[in-house]
């Protein structure tokens, strides 16, 4: 970890705590010690379970995602590299380190850094097209509960909205006219070398030509003979966001708190979409303040410090911890490869 990282990685993590004690000293009192005598282990245990599961249903869509482009990528492998994506995420605005973590991962399984770039922007798609049907389902199941949400919590959505709808319009634009948009991030990348003259950026130059024609050639195949990769991959997106949701409905039990599984699920979509927003590093803060804003509505005002707490500490330290891990094997395996080849087995399965 460099230093750029590190001041990354503590202010997001003193924004989170600071915080998240604000949130405490206003909420807990003497009714919140007699709420947790009802507090129930086994329920944040399965929490924890399923909050790790949902990281396989994210090694999954990574696996199905690059099949489609014909390349084998294990489910172990693809799990290894979420993980070592959790830290960059959980330090980043918007949490977009973990991009270029997936990508440089894919790359060193094989694939071509073109269409390795192609699976991970297919991702964030899928995130947008998954999260915004939930979204629109959440509204017609609840529609009268929205009308007690905060402002500033429906004004971000509706940003995070339009940079999802944004995304998906500049990658059918990309699609369709490919030459058009090559030009385009050529003369930014051109510009950019000028700018900040650098070997590093003067290779990527080099290579941003030929891998450019790579990207969208992958876009394009995905929308035509790799459909099916790209159905798998929404099958996994929407187990994957279920089970993120579906932690809180547990830690609420755990508290001894009904589950509320509508309303929850209601909540965490909001999050969600509002922490794609590059506000603060790993969305520390804001998620903290938007989750007591929301809950506050359902569960009683004593409580909601404690299951905030307890919520970031599976949805956010969690990563933190298991990012660094991932990100010591992944380390691990590089330093006893050597230098970036493919392996045997990383072979196309099949022409694209």
Do not use: C
């Given at each position: 970890?460099?230093?750029?990282?590190?001041?990354?990685?503590?202010?997001?993590?003193?924004?989170?705590?600071?915080?998240?004690?604000?949130?405490?000293?206003?909420?807990?009192?003497?009714?919140?010690?007699?709420?947790?005598?009802?507090?129930?282990?086994?329920?944040?245990?399965?929490?924890?379970?399923?909050?790790?599961?949902?990281?396989?249903?994210?090694?999954?869509?990574?696996?199905?995602?690059?099949?489609?482009?014909?390349?084998?990528?294990?489910?172990?492998?693809?799990?290894l590299v979420v993980t070592a994506n959790l830290f960059a995420g959980a330090i980043t605005p918007g949490q977009a380190g973990g991009e270029p973590v997936r990508i440089h991962g894919l790359y060193r399984k094989g694939l071509k850094i073109g269409d390795?770039?192609?699976?991970?922007?297919?991702?964030?798609?899928?995130?947008?097209?998954?999260?915004?049907?939930?979204?629109v389902i959440a509204m017609l199941a609840l529609g009268s509960l929205w009308l007690a949400l905060p402002p500033w919590i429906i004004a971000g959505m509706g940003i995070a909205w339009a940079f999802m709808v944004g995304l998906i319009l500049v990658l059918a634009l990309a699609v369709r006219h490919p030459a058009k948009v090559k030009v385009l991030v050529m003369r930014i990348l051109v510009w950019a070398e000028r700018r900040f003259p650098g070997e590093r950026l003067r290779k990527m130059v080099a290579g941003a030509e030929r891998e450019t024609d790579v990207l969208f050639s992958s876009l394009l195949y995905y929308t035509s003979e790799g459909r099916r990769g790209l159905i798998m991959g929404g099958i996994c997106t929407a187990a994957f966001w279920s089970s993120?949701?579906?932690?809180?409905?547990?830690?609420?039990?755990?508290?001894?708190?009904p589950p509320f599984v509508a309303e929850s699920f209601l909540f965490q979509l909001i999050i969600a979409i509002v922490?794609?927003?590059?506000?603060?590093?790993?969305?520390?803060?804001?998620?903290?303040?938007?989750?007591?804003?929301l809950y506050a509505l359902i569960v009683p005002s004593s409580i909601v410090g404690v299951f905030v707490l307890l919520w970031r500490a599976l949805l956010y330290y969690y990563n933190i911890v298991v990012g660094v891990l991932g990100s010591l094997w992944v380390v691990r395996r590089e330093i006893a490869r050597g230098p970036c080849e493919p392996e045997p087995e990383q072979v196309l399965i099949g022409p694209k």
């Open positions: 970890m460099d230093r750029t990282q590190r001041r990354w990685a503590w202010l997001s993590i003193s924004f989170s705590l600071v915080v998240l004690a604000i949130v405490l000293f206003l909420t807990v009192d003497r009714t919140t010690i007699e709420l947790l005598l009802d507090f129930n282990p086994l329920y944040l245990g399965l929490a924890l379970l399923l909050r790790t599961f949902s990281l396989v249903f994210w090694a999954y869509r990574i696996t199905e995602l690059s099949k489609a482009l014909h390349y084998r990528v294990g489910a172990f492998y693809a799990f390795a770039t192609a699976v991970v922007l297919m991702e964030r798609v899928l995130d947008g097209v998954v999260l915004s049907l939930m979204g993120e949701f579906l932690v809180a409905s547990l830690i609420l039990v755990a508290l001894g708190q922490m794609m927003v590059p506000l603060t590093p790993g969305s520390s803060g804001v998620a903290e303040v938007a989750a007591a804003s």
